[in-house]
């Protein structure tokens, strides 16, 4: 006869397509077995494999600025890539930590939020495009984040949506309408609502790893993860932020990190830029900074029809293009070769790339160097 097996969480002995399992951790009598399938037994005592639906939880990358130097955001603007922050009044900052020294963490980085000015409230979501969130209807999910603060804080989180009555990816502008007074929950935008509930997190000031578990409505238009603090933060107060994740799931998932390259590119769906990943877009930055260069095919101060820069993958709209002057504090076009500015900078933009002219310099002369850096917004 065969054997029975003995594992950390029970003894087992196959029985055809069943299992006969004694839980060790429960105070049966030795002869005393239980029958299961070995799906059931996987679902209970395993954790189960699942792809993180959400990008940049690592907090590797943050295009808007320069990742590594606390930065303003803009009310309503995005912090590190995909994550969009609103805080009650001014001013919240953000900044990349390396985590390479942290204990508690397995990721190269952790995102941290600074409050400054003034105290006051602040809340930070990912929201889920709608082709990523209607597979999730239905389903029980898990919203995990690990988390410290400069000293003990209470933070909300919670899974929101876009509800049925809402148009799929057209999340209101103002996302948080009223913050409320301490301990209250904030008033949200038009069709936004929190699925079952936001629960309240004692966030010390060492890693803890912290989650929020529901059911997706079966007509959710988007799916929204967020965080908030439940009180005002004082100024210079700080909330560190790491290794966030959605899965597919009743229980925590181990965290595991996506290839650099691969999340860059689930990122510039959504921003993409000529500069340096590590560099904040601005004018008059320099030469050679990776700017986009194109010869001029005519001479003069004509129109110049640049070649079409294709983007790294195909964008979730056709973004708003800004701008810059690699060589002076302006937007246009700069004609290295002749060392001048370019005039009437125009675009045309699709999802996968853009195409750029320009009105030449009274020096341009065919074949020169003409360069401009651009950065390009497709967020929901």
């Given at each position: ?309 294709q983007f790294p993958v195909v964008m979730f709209k ?63």
């Open positions: 006869m065969a054997q029975w097996d003995t594992y950390d969480l029970g003894t087992v002995f196959a029985d055809g397509d069943e299992l006969l399992f004694r839980d060790l951790s429960e105070a049966l009598p030795e002869d005393q077995i239980k029958r299961a399938t070995l799906l059931s037994l996987l679902s209970k005592y395993m954790l189960v494999t699942s792809n993180n639906h959400l990008i940049n939880g690592s907090f590797d990358f943050a295009q808007r600025q320069s990742p590594g130097t606390l930065t303003t955001i803009a009310d309503n603007a995005y912090s590190a890539d995909r994550w969009r922050a609103t805080r009650e009044n001014a001013d919240l900052q953000y900044i990349r930590v390396d985590a390479t020294g942290e204990s508690g963490l397995t990721c190269k980085y952790h995102g941290q939020y600074k409050k400054i000015t003034n105290s006051g409230k602040f809340h930070v979501v990912q929201i889920l495009e709608g082709v990523n969130s209607v597979p999730l209807r239905g389903k029980t999910i898990t919203f995990q984040l690990k988390m410290k603060a400069s000293s003990s804080k209470t933070i909300r989180m919670a899974v929101l949506e876009l509800q049925n009555a809402g148009t799929m990816d057209t999340i209101p502008g103002t996302l948080v309408t009223a913050f409320g007074a301490d301990g209250t929950d904030p008033t949200l935008g038009s069709n936004v609502a929190i699925i079952t509930g936001a629960e309240s997190k004692s966030v010390t000031t060492s890693w803890q790893s912290f989650s929020v578990t529901v059911t997706v409505p079966t007509n959710s238009k988007n799916i929204i993860c967020a965080f908030w603090s439940n009180a005002d933060f004082s100024a210079n107060d700080t909330l560190s932020v790491a290794e966030a994740g959605l899965f597919i799931s009743s229980i925590v998932q181990a965290w595991t990190q996506r290839p650099t390259q691969q999340e860059l590119a689930l990122c510039q769906r959504y921003y993409f830029k000529t500069f340096a990943i590590d560099t904040a877009p601005a004018q008059n930055i320099g030469a050679n900074t990776e700017e986009f260069h194109a010869p001029a095919p005519v001479a003069g101060a004509n129109t110049q029809r640049m070649s079409k820069l056709v973004p708003t293009l800004t701008t810059y002057n690699p060589a002076a504090a302006n937007a246009q076009v700069r004609d290295f070769t002749a060392s001048a500015d370019c005039s009437a900078v125009s675009s045309a933009a699709f999802a996968n790339g853009v195409l750029l002219a320009c009105t030449g310099n009274a020096s341009t002369a065919v074949g020169n160097a003409l360069r401009v850096h651009v950065t390009l917004e497709a967020e929901l």
